[in-house]
């Protein structure tokens, strides 16, 4: 945490401010992105962006993280989950497609290059790359979005675009911040001929591969039982006033695991960076929100521009409380797995057995780490054995 008197302080909103355009005291703070200000007193351009240039071979921003879908429409409307891959080739450093393309996309948990996200990145991204080419996928290209400001040593073995981290003192600790800054950065500055992006997390594993299950106006989210915007309708309203519709509007979803297309995201990126920034500032919806009010921002952005995201339950599981994978798409660990001898889930105590990522918070986990116990559930042994293999065959595992 940074000390009061020298953090940055945004406005709070006001019925006369519109939400989709909020402002800090003499500068726009973000405007929609064909309006940004190229002052030098905007506090969010007040730092190099030499760094937002790196890419894979530290020169031009990367080329290579493309999907390919060919749509193939129901008669109930609905996308098939079968999707057919386009083939594609490349021309010169450009890619010629045939039809639709899409871009998949990882961003940072953090705004450093640490150890703990680099292994849950570098994990990530081995199975991706196993479930890519399997039937049934639509997993064409991949791209992390590392907002630490610099390359790191990563960038070779993973299809990497560098933006900067928030000016010193705007995030206020809560370093999640960075990721609608991210996004807004990578819009801009990014060439992006795809129509489509997913974001996922460090953190997520695919366990099955996945089709698409957006569509142009209608994108895809997956229903966090936290993520409750009815419950906290009086704070909701201080982002969403009510002539701008039911509460019900706000969809209980954050931005990850989340399929839209790049103009959506495009317009909606500022407006989630800017009730970012705001919730930090408002002390009843930090205090309330804690760590996921950048999911209610995303959410609260959404609504605000009039995108509605399906509800897909079976986008991801979470274990220890998913018992089985089954045809999930998504398997993600940020909850601790905590076993006694009997296979009995001990939540809250540290069990006889355990897995917990952030065990790992300065290196990555061994290798061949030991089975949970007879009795516990398929989604941890699955969890498991997947961490284990990906440390197995991933060149260089123990060097961080």
Known sequence: MIDSASKVTPPLITPSVDPLRLWSHSTPLVEPLHQRSTSANDPLRQQSHTAADHSVNGSTPPRTSVFFWKLRWHSSGFFSNHLELVKWKHLGGSICVLTHKYLWVLREITAT?????????RVMYYWYKKFKDEP???????????????????????????V??????????YIVLNRPW???????????????????????????????LAWETYSAGYPFFYIKPAQNEKIIRKFYPEEKGPVTDVDPIGNSPAIITKSLLTEIAPTWLNISLRMKNDPEA?????????????????ALHGIKHGLHKDFMLQPPWDLEVGRKFILHYTYGCDYNKKGELTYGQIGD???DKRQYLSGPPPKNLSLPPPGVPESVVRLVKMVNEASANIPGWDVL
């Open 113 to 121: 290059d640490a150890p703990y996200s680099q292994w849950q990145c």
């Open 353 to 355: 057995w355990r897995f």
């Open 286 to 302: 930090d205090h309330t929100f804690g760590w996921v009010q950048e999911m209610y921002a995303y959410a609260i952005a959404s």
């Open 182 to 212: 991210a996004f807004v950065q990578w819009l801009e500055k990014a060439t992006i001929d795809e129509d489509f992006i997913f974001m996922g997390e460090p953190d997520h594993i695919f366990v099955n591969p996945l089709p698409n």
């Open 136 to 162: 049934g996928s639509d997993m064409g290209g991949f791209t992390r979005v590392l907002h630490s400001g610099r390359a790191d040593h990563l960038m070779e073995e993973i299809p990497t675009f560098v």
């Open 164 to 173: 900067d981290p928030l000016p010193d003192g705007l995030d206020q600790g």
